[in-house]
């Protein structure tokens, strides 16, 4: 009994120490550099403004309409038999493990919360999706850091495609811990369209912020940054923010699978976004950054087979002045998504319309 209060008596002294030294190095951030926060503040919004909020909103208010309407146990329907023997997850997730790849972070995490929420799928298949469901998206991969950062839309394309490869390899890899009582088979049950749409739109409005929020913090402490050596500033950017640490990387002539493991890994800026999901969800912190470590490795692995068969010649050309451009505009993949869907819930709920529109 002593011993386990003692190291409980330990683990609460590190954890005040670590409060206490990220705290001071707030304060001295913010006293020695003021302007340089300011400017990343300044620089987080203009992100925010002209990229995040624009993307991320509608795709945000489609999952949650998707989770809370009834319309992914549809989809569901059709993508049990699929969802149990590669993931062992219900069909009810299939929408979920979709968004994740095709919305960009961090809609697949957020989406998954929601489905658990509506008791959807379980704690366990909850769990598990926590650790896969979340990818850049093509709007990013392809748009941004393939056209816009590195001037070649091939480079974008293969990140997308490793991304994919590995979030799908994750999660097969997943499948060995399920437990198979956990899964749960629900019929669909449609809400009225006014009530979930309204849901969505308040939920999306409130992730927004606390998305936001987040994007300008790390933005201040990415921007002091720049007052250190290459060598020191490349891994810590990669590690802290995603959109820094690419541009870092770009900038410093690291090579593509390397990059793709930086955004696969997502920074702890994301990590931090989806942060309430996964503690909803039970999963351990852990498990999760080991995850997001896996998910890295095997990114770079699948990024450097396919360049090695479809070779591409990595281009030194990077809009340094205009990042905050509108790439994430629509593209091909999120469209489809959203038609698949979209028709999905006309065929699922075709002569029932009395059911669930008020």
């Given at each position: 009994m002593k011993i386990v209060y003692a190291k409980n008596k330990g683990v609460k002294c590190v954890s005040a120490v670590i409060k206490i030294t990220v705290a001071v190095i707030f304060s001295l951030m913010l006293i020695k550099y003021p302007s340089l926060t300011a400017q990343g503040a300044r620089e987080g919004l203009c992100v925010c403004a002209e990229s995040v909020i624009p993307t991320l909103f509608p795709m945000t208010v489609l999952c949650t309409f998707l989770a809370v309407s009834g319309i992914s146990e549809?989809?569901?329907?059709?993508?049990?038999?699929?969802?149990?023997?590669?993931?062992?997850?219900?069909?009810?997730?299939?929408?979920?493990v979709i968004m994740g790849m095709v919305g960009g972070y961090p809609t697949g995490i957020k989406m998954t919360g929601q489905l658990y929420r509506e008791n959807s799928i379980s704690q366990n298949d909850a769990n598990r999706m926590c650790l896969f469901c979340l990818s850049a998206g093509p709007a990013f991969l392809i748009g941004t850091v393939g056209t816009v950062m590195m001037s070649d839309v091939r480079i974008g394309r293969v990140l997308f495609l490793s991304s994919c490869l590995s979030t799908l390899t994750v999660g097969f890899l997943l499948r060995f811990t399920a437990n198979e009582e956990d899964i749960p088979t629900k019929l669909p049950s449609f809400r009225p369209i006014t009530s979930s749409l309204c849901e969505a739109v308040t939920t999306a409005g409130g992730a927004m912020l606390s998305v936001s929020a987040w994007i300008i913090l790390f933005s201040c402490i990415c921007k002091t940054l720049t007052e250190l050596p290459d060598g020191i500033r490349l891994p810590l950017c990669s590690v802290l923010e995603v959109t820094n640490g690419t541009k870092a990387a770009i900038e410093a002539g690291i090579s593509i699978p390397v990059i793709s493991a930086i955004l696969s890994f997502a920074g702890l800026s994301v990590h931090c976004q989806v942060w309430s999901c996964i503690e909803e969800c039970d999963v351990k912190a852990s498990h999760f950054i080991v995850s997001r470590i896996v998910s890295g490795a095997l990114s770079a692995l699948y990024?450097?087979?396919?360049?090695?068969?479809?070779p591409i010649e990595q281009s030194t050309l990077m809009a340094r002045e205009g990042l905050f451009v509108h790439s994430f505009s629509v593209s091909a993949p999120v469209s489809a998504a959203m038609l698949l869907t979209a028709g999905v819930f006309i065929i699922n709920t075709s002569g029932k319309t009395n059911d669930f529109i008020t």
């Open positions: 549809a989809l569901g329907r059709f993508m049990h038999p699929f969802m149990k023997k590669v993931f062992k997850l219900p069909g009810s997730a299939s929408s979920a990024c450097k087979a396919i360049l090695h068969f479809f």
